[in-house]
């Protein structure tokens, strides 16, 4: 078998979208000849945590962490937790811009020595082939980087965001993002092979100099998701919205929409369950009975409860107006075979990718009262027997064992 170094600053117990990826890939690489091993943070904690995420692991599997000192690891020493220090989206901004004037590439920049030094011990005692690493954080590639230089091993970079042209990004200065961009183009011309979850993230590393690249979305686990259930059968139109809510997800609109149509039409039987762990203010401005709060739930329950519902809403925010952007909740909606709800920005590669699955709506998060329609259009076919699942042909397209077979065609291709 031949072995890739995986480089990446989330690794479970920690729960994010990067984290996922990574271990599927790890879980579905063995089936193509390829080993794993792992080097991830130490000292890090971090609000998602999901212990079953591991369960997915080999049990064999080699796992390395270098000590990374960032906020999230001091401020429990100082017995203090995030929410406490950053209780809204402009306390974030500014923290972000305070350890962005000091820490580049990124707040994950002091993890670079350790980890550097620890990935060149593992290429030559694990024997490994190839050096892998995702962002965020831009640190992984940087250690990916000076590792592959130092060892001679060819290295691909995988892009879950976009960074320099990144509107999102916490620049303190316009120096700071010149010196971005600089940094990341030496970065993708240093690089064997670069990866993006979608076309626009791609586009924008060949513009800056990738030589070789490729688009690997995210996708959905089959094992977690071997088929399509039926629809439930309910009295209740039950709409599920799983994942995080951030300044980019920003599902108020849609919430807001909800609530007005419940005032409007009292009548209509629906129910909005919401699987995470919200902003207080949420629960607050939005209530039962009409919103169910649910709390963050781990991984391995979540096919079932995406299953107990009959549509699945994506948000994201009307300022992420943007080609590149996309939420990675969209492709488990995908292995339920629900309908899906998107009520993002036209032009974003979310958009793109719920209106090539068919049997789902799209409606701008601008549109108040087109999202009031487009629920009300949603409740008449259910009403009339008219909604339907996703297409099969369309679904399979997202498996992530057939997925995970790209990738090892491309550490294949790199190693020659």
Same mark, same amino acid.
């Given at each position: 078998m031949k072995k890739v170094l995986m480089i990446l600053y989330y690794f479970p117990p920690i729960g994010l979208a990067g984290s996922v990826r990574v271990v599927k890939f790890i879980k579905y690489l063995r089936f193509y000849g390829w080993d794993s091993v792992v080097l991830t943070s130490r000292g890090v904690k971090h609000t998602f945590e999901d212990q079953g995420l591991a369960d997915?692991?080999?049990?064999?599997?080699?796992?390395?962490?270098?000590?990374?000192?960032?906020?999230?690891?001091?401020?429990?020493?100082?017995?203090?937790?995030?929410?406490?220090?950053?209780?809204?989206?402009?306390?974030?901004?500014?923290?972000?811009?305070?350890?962005?004037?000091?820490?580049?590439?990124?707040?994950?920049?002091?993890?670079?020595?350790?980890?550097?030094?620890?990935a060149i011990k593992i290429v030559k005692n694990e024997g490994i082939d190839v050096i892998f690493s995702t962002s965020p954080p831009l640190t992984a590639h940087m250690i990916a980087i000076a590792a592959g230089r130092l060892t001679g091993k060819p290295v691909v970079l995988d892009y879950r965001d976009a960074w320099y042209e990144n509107p999102f990004g916490i620049f303190p200065t316009t120096i700071h993002q010149k010196l971005l961009k600089g940094l990341e183009k030496l970065l993708v011309t240093r690089a064997d092979f670069i990866i993006g979850v979608n076309r626009a993230i791609v586009d924008g590393r060949r513009a800056?100099?990738?030589?070789?690249?490729?688009?690997?979305?995210?996708?959905?686990?089959?094992?977690?998701?071997?088929?399509?259930?039926?629809?439930?059968?309910?009295?209740?139109?039950?709409?599920?919205?799983?994942?995080?809510?951030?300044?980019?997800?920003?599902?108020?609109?849609?919430?807001?929409?909800?609530?007005?149509?419940?005032?409007?039409?009292?009548?209509?039987?629906?129910?909005?369950?919401?699987?995470?762990?919200?902003?207080e203010v949420y629960r607050k401005k939005f209530k039962a009975p009409l919103f169910r709060w649910e709390g963050f739930v781990p991984r391995k329950e979540i096919p079932e409860r995406l299953a107990s519902a009959h549509v699945l809403p994506a948000t994201i925010?009307?300022?992420?107006?943007?080609?590149?952007?996309?939420?990675?909740?969209?492709?488990?909606?995908?292995?339920?075979?629900?309908?899906?709800?998107?009520?993002?920005?036209?032009?974003?590669?979310?958009? &793109?990718?719920?209106?090539?699955? #068919?049997?789902?709506? /799209?409606? %701008?998060?601008?549109?108040?009262?087109?999202?009031? +329609?487009? =629920?009300?259009?949603?409740? &008449?076919?259910?009403?009339?027997? #008219?909604?339907?699942? /996703?297409? %099969?042909?369309?679904?399979?397209?997202?498996?992530? +064992?057939? =997925?995970?077979?790209?990738?090892?065609?491309?550490?294949?291709?790199?190693?020659?």
């Open positions: 997915d692991l080999p049990k064999n599997l080699k796992v390395f962490r270098a000590l990374s000192i960032e906020h999230d690891s001091i401020l429990p020493l100082l017995g203090l937790h995030r929410s406490t220090v950053v209780s809204n989206e402009e306390g974030r901004r500014k923290l972000a811009r305070l350890e962005n004037f000091f820490m580049i590439p990124d707040s994950k920049a002091l993890w670079f020595y350790p980890a550097v030094l620890k800056i100099g990738a030589k070789r690249s490729a688009v690997i979305p995210h996708g959905f686990d089959p094992e977690e998701f071997p088929g399509v259930k039926d629809f439930p059968v309910s009295d209740k139109l039950i709409f599920a919205y799983a994942g995080s809510i951030t300044y980019i997800t920003n599902p108020e609109p849609l919430f807001e929409a909800f609530s007005t149509l419940a005032k409007e039409n009292s009548s209509l039987k629906i129910e909005v369950r919401v699987y995470s762990n919200p902003p925010d009307k300022r992420a107006r943007y080609p590149y952007i996309s939420t990675s909740k969209i492709y488990d909606y995908i292995g339920a075979g629900r309908p899906i709800l998107g009520v993002v920005p036209r032009g974003t590669d979310a958009w &793109r990718e719920i209106e090539g699955l #068919g049997n789902s709506f /799209l409606v %701008e998060p601008d549109e108040p009262r087109e999202i009031v +329609k487009k =629920i009300l259009e949603i409740y &008449r076919l259910w009403k009339s027997g #008219g909604l339907k699942l /996703l297409k %099969e042909e369309k679904r399979k397209l997202f498996d992530r +064992k057939r =997925i995970t077979a790209q990738l090892a065609e491309i550490l294949n291709e790199v190693i020659g």
